[in-house]
């Protein structure tokens, strides 16, 4: 399978209803991986089990913020300056490159990354859709994250030679003010077999087949069709949350709460919960399907909320892994 540039816009589509509302706005990437694909070549998108055990693979993205990122998009450049700087820890070249998340702008950059570098694709990803914190993916305590690189677009590249996963995080945040607000980052170096055992395999098509067509997406349950009535917002230094009301289109008196902390996390349907993190909450324009983010969502929208289920690896608590769920946003799970 190779990826094209007539699939840019399926995979945005496919990866912003993956973002579960966050994850940045894919029409950032658009435009750069559509024309390095019209410019190199196609990008060989393969399953990381074909791939020879020993063959290296690493995750390659973007972390900070996405608005900034609106005001100094990237380039490419700085992708392989982070792929390169992680490269010289090793002392070999990667064999081929993963997403580190397929949801939202992410799901692009990484394929970008695998254009500019000239290197295969896996068909996978870290973390199944978005999620706020890169060290909330399924490759933690599996396949070190540091050697890491970090590059912004201006240029500077830091590389963390070592540090425990759960460290990394916090480091990567310490640092991203003085880079301008978001760097590209290359981390999770590791031999395929190690990636085979605990990658999320097949998230790039599962994208794709999201973001085909006009329609509904398959794999989706419609839970709500109504009116945005109210959205409460909170800024803080860990993102954006909030709270989004909708009145049923046919029935008024029946109403959904919608719960988001930088993606929609929750929903309530007459006050019982529906569907959580982990899996995936889509909001979409009632009439064009088009997805609608927690940044964009306001009072007076007509959209439906669908759910899509997320991958099983999601569900799964593993050793030295923060929570995928609802207590990975800080939120406390539900009584039964």
Request: charged share 20%; proline share 10%; hydrophobic share 45%.
């Amino acid at each position: 399978m190779f990826l094209t540039s007539d699939e840019v816009g399926p995979l945005a589509r496919g990866c912003a209803l993956l973002g579960s509302g966050g994850g940045g706005p894919t029409a950032i990437a658009e435009p750069l991986l559509a024309g390095v694909l019209d410019e190199r070549g196609p990008v060989p998108v393969v399953d990381v089990g074909s791939l020879p055990p020993d063959a290296w693979v690493a995750c390659v993205g973007a972390v900070g913020s996405t608005s900034v990122m609106r005001e100094r998009p990237p380039a490419g450049p700085e992708f392989v300056r982070a792929v390169r700087a992680v490269e010289r820890r090793l002392g070999r070249r990667l064999d081929a490159v993963q997403t580190l998340e397929i949801g939202g702008v992410n799901g692009l950059l990484g394929a970008t990354a695998a254009a500019w570098l000239g290197l295969p694709l896996v068909d996978a990803d870290a973390m199944g859709r978005a999620y706020p914190r890169i060290d909330q993916n399924a490759l933690v305590g599996h396949v070190p994250a540091a050697p890491v690189g970090l590059s912004d677009p201006s240029g500077p590249v830091l590389a963390l030679d070592a540090a425990p996963d759960h460290a990394v995080e916090r480091i990567i945040r310490g640092v991203l003010p003085a880079m301008g607000a978001w760097a590209a980052v290359c981390l999770h170096a590791g031999p395929a077999r190690s990636y085979a055992a605990q990658t999320l395999a097949g998230s790039l098509t599962r994208a794709l087949a999201l973001g085909r067509g006009d329609g509904p997406p398959t794999a989706a349950t419609a839970l709500f069709e109504g009116t945005v009535i109210e959205v409460l917002r909170r800024r803080d230094p860990e993102g954006i949350g909030g709270v989004v009301s909708l009145r049923h289109a046919d029935d008024p008196g029946r109403s959904m709460r919608l719960d988001f902390a930088n993606e929609y996390v929750a929903a309530f349907d007459d006050g019982a919960p529906v569907a959580l993190a982990p899996d995936i909450l889509a909001l979409v324009d009632a009439r064009t399907w088009a997805p609608v983010g927690v940044e964009q969502v306001m009072a007076q929208q007509r959209v439906r909320l669908l759910c899509i289920p997320a991958p099983a690896a999601l569900r799964e608590d593993r050793p030295g892994r923060p929570s995928l769920g609802l207590a990975g946003y800080g939120l406390a799970p539900l009584a039964p």
